[in-house]
T-cell receptor, first 115, second 113 residues
Framework: GAVVSQHPSWVICKSGTSVKIECRSLDFQATTMFWYRQFPKQSLMLMATSNEGSKATYEQGVEKDKFLINHASLTLSTLTVTSAHPEDSSFYIC???????????FGQGTRLTVV | GNSVTQMEGPVTLSEEAFLTINCTYTATGYPSLFWYVQYPGEGLQLLLKATKADDKGSNKGFEATYRKETTSFHLEKGSVQVSDSAVYFCALSPMNTGNQFYFGTGTSLTVIP
C-alpha cells in the first residue's frame, strides 16, 4: 500500500514552546490529510481535516489557534502545537488520502511529551 | 450519527486459541468498514476492510464479514499467535466524507505461549 511518513516519531519539549510534526505522503499525492489524537488506552479522536491549499476544518472542541495545521503541498501537511502544555502530551497520528484512493493511509504516529 | 462500538478488552488468549472481537456500528447510508491493528509504539496499519454488505475482508488469517442486517463487523481468527498481540480498532468511513474515520475504543489482545 501507499506510504505515509510522520516525523518525528518521538519528541519531548518544554512547556510553553512549540512543536511541529510533519506528515508526508511518499508515493502518492494526498489531497486530504487527517490529524488524530490518541489518549492513553483510548481511541483515536479526529482533530482536523485538511485539503491541500485550503484551511483546515477543525472538529468541535479543538482549538485551531493552538493546533495549527498547514497543508501547503500535495505531499506534506504539518501540525504545530503552539505554547505546548503537559496536557497536550499525547500520541498524534496523521492519515492521508489521494483522490484516487478509497482508503486513507496512516503515519507511524508522534509521541509528544511536554515537560 | 456515526459511531462504532467495540468489545472492551483486554483480551488474553493462549497461542492457537480462537479469537473473536465484536464490533457493531451506527451509520447513515452504507459506510465502508475497517479493522486496523496497532502494534506497541507504532501507528495504525490496515488489517482488512469491506466496502459493502456481505463482503468479507481477510488478511493474515483474520476475517470479518460486513453484516448490514446486524450492523456488525466482527473480527475472527481461527488460531492466534504471539505475534498477533496488539490493539485492534474497528472503524467506519461514511460515504462521501473524504475518508473521515470513526474509530471504536480499541481492544487490546495479548497472546501467551
Amino acid at each position: 500500500g501507499a506510504v505515509v511518513s510522520q516525523h518525528p516519531s518521538w519528541v519531548i519539549c518544554k512547556s510553553g514552546t512549540s512543536v511541529k510534526i510533519e506528515c508526508r505522503s511518499l508515493d502518492f499525492q494526498a489531497t486530504t490529510m487527517f490529524w488524530y489524537r490518541q489518549f492513553p488506552k483510548q481511541s483515536l479522536m479526529l482533530m482536523a481535516t485538511s485539503n491541500e491549499g485550503s484551511k483546515a476544518t477543525y472538529e468541535q472542541g479543538v482549538e485551531k489557534d493552538k493546533f495549527l495545521i498547514n497543508h501547503a503541498s500535495l505531499t506534506l501537511s504539518t501540525l504545530t502545537v503552539t505554547s505546548a502544555h503537559p496536557e497536550d502530551s499525547s500520541f498524534y497520528i496523521c492519515s492521508a488520502r489521494g483522490h484516487r484512493n478509497t482508503e486513507a493511509f496512516f503515519g507511524q504516529g508522534t509521541r509528544l511529551t511536554v515537560v | 450519527g456515526n459511531s462504532v462500538t467495540q468489545m472492551e478488552g483486554p483480551v488474553t488468549l493462549s497461542e492457537e486459541a480462537f479469537l473473536t472481537i465484536n464490533c457493531t456500528y451506527t451509520a447513515t447510508g452504507y459506510p465502508s468498514l475497517f479493522w486496523y491493528v496497532q502494534y506497541p509504539g507504532e501507528g495504525l496499519q490496515l488489517l482488512l476492510k469491506a466496502t459493502k454488505a456481505d463482503d468479507k475482508g481477510s488478511n493474515k488469517g483474520f476475517e470479518a464479514t460486513y453484516r448490514k442486517e446486524t450492523t456488525s463487523f466482527h473480527l475472527e481468527k481461527g488460531s492466534v499467535q504471539v505475534s498477533d498481540s496488539a490493539v485492534y480498532f474497528c472503524a467506519l468511513s461514511p460515504m462521501n466524507t473524504g475518508n473521515q474515520f470513526y474509530f471504536g475504543t480499541g481492544t487490546s489482545l495479548t497472546v501467551i505461549p
